[in-house]
């Protein structure tokens, strides 16, 4: 069986090392999986880079401006949306046609346009849509936060600031819903939270969401030899190490102000913690400015692409915070998990399904400062720390390992082709 995965990018982002990861996990069992991509990061000869013509990178640019406009030039809400008005015609392509099943991951940042989409759905292919986030099923926006206006009609959006019914959120939308009738998709979220919103959404409701989530290579990704990853990286020896991992710390969604306000809280409870405990955030352009204000010792690393030294990182530090405000299924909280470091995160979003609150890590109350503070405490002091690193690894190796993800998508696919399984 011919399997095209496709993705805006083949190794940037969450959804990018998603697909990634499924792509090389169907391949280890007997699927031709091939990625197709905008933009290639490696020499992955089963990655194809798509083509794109002067008027489709025209159509980008103009998209993005107009995504600007809109957001009043308001930076974080520029990415926060999309359009789908930019991407290029794929279905001519020799990997579209030689496909036995087109398989769409996160298609925005103009891989594919709305446009594009309706020429995969009209070609008649079995099409399957993994959802990474919420686009699919909202006007323009990737989380709604405390919006609700996807379940019935998008209009008014406040992520555009909006005060007009039929606005850009509206007018999408209703071509969204004019794209997906009769169409015949399967579509797949990761975590049981973002499923149970697209099922109440007004576009996907009359159809059955699937729950598979993201894979990990447990091979590669596996409690190692803390003493050893510190010293290769740098790291003291002596202190509790906390880390903290975003693509930029400014992103508001990932909550890294709350746990600023939480060290500040644990410092103030357990003044003795103040030199036993450290920092370690990765992410793009840190600056002393954006931690200055936490009351331990931070040590900033760049954001890290590369696995292998990833792995180091998780292995290094006793404990993964991620207190994001609204998130779909961390591929994060996984890494962390199948290297046996426990996690602690609000529960919000996927979250909750992934961490076992008390079991393998601490479930938080959403936005409660004071119960992250006392969750990072929990697990560093009062926990059996050795019980809850066995744990998380076990249930990373048990729910998202490589083999058991690719099964269940194969299992998908035999279906939509009408195969036997």
């Known amino acids: 069986m011919r399997v095209l995965i496709i993705n805006t ?46 008027a489709d990178r025209l159509s980008r640019v103009w998209e993005r401006l107009s995504v600007a406009l809109h957001t009043h030039l308001r930076h974080n809400r520029i990415y ?21 099943v087109i398989h769409l991951h996160w298609t925005n940042g103009g891989m594919l346009s709305l446009s594009s989409i309706e020429k995969i759905i009209a070609s008649g292919k079995p099409l399957v849509w993994t959802l990474h986030d919420m686009w699919p099923f909202t006007g323009v926006c990737h989380y709604a936060h405390d919006c609700d206006h ?5 209009h008014d959006c406040p992520q555009l600031n909006s005060r007009k019914h039929r ?22 979220a990761c975590s049981r939270w973002l499923g149970n919103m697209a099922t109440n959404s007004r576009l996907l409701r009359d159809n059955k969401i699937l729950c598979v989530p993201n894979a990990i290579n447990t091979n590669l990704f596996r409690p190692r030899n803390k003493a050893l990853a510190r010293e290769t990286l740098g790291l003291p020896a002596g202190k509790r190490l906390v880390l903290f991992s975003s693509h930029t710390l400014t992103d508001e969604r990932k909550g890294f102000h709350y746990l600023k306000e939480a060290a500040k809280v644990l410092a103030a409870e357990h003044p003795e913690w103040t030199d036993k405990l450290g920092i370690v955030l990765i992410g793009k ?16 690393l760049s954001y890290i692409a590369d696995e292998k030294r990833l792995v180091e990182v998780y292995n290094a530090v006793d404990l993964f915070a991620i207190p994001s405000l609204q998130d779909n299924l961390p591929n994060t909280i996984v890494e962390a998990m199948a290297c046996g470091v426990p996690c602690i995160g609000f529960n919000v979003g996927g979250i909750p399904e992934m961490i076992d609150h008390l079991h393998n890590g601490y479930v938080a109350d959403y936005k409660n400062v004071a119960d992250l503070a006392a969750g990072i405490h929990w697990l560093l002091t009062e926990g059996d720390y050795d019980v809850l690193s066995r744990e998380a690894a076990r ?19 035999n279906r939509m082709t009408g195969r036997n399984e």
């Open 9 to 54: 990018t083949e190794r940037q982002g969450g959804p990018a090392i998603a697909a990634y990861r499924l792509t090389e996990a169907l391949k280890s069992n007997g699927i031709k999986a091939k990625m197709l991509v905008r933009r290639k990061s490696t020499q992955q000869v089963t990655t194809v880079l798509a083509e794109y013509s002067l």
């Open 80 to 100: 926060a949306i999309d359009f789908g008005h930019s991407g290029t015609d794929i279905t001519e392509l020799p990997e579209f046609k030689q496909a036995d």
């Open 150 to 154: 996807y379940t019935e009609h998008c």
């Open 167 to 188: 606005d850009m959120a509206y007018r999408i939308f209703d071509r969204k819903a004019q794209m997906l009738q009769g169409a015949r998709i399967q579509f797949v």
């Open 285 to 300: 352009d840190i600056v002393p400015a954006m931690y200055h204000d936490i009351p331990f010792d931070v040590y900033p």
């Open 395 to 413: 249930k990373a190796a048990s729910a998202y390992g490589e083999s058991n993800v690719a099964m269940k998508y194969i299992s998908i696919y």
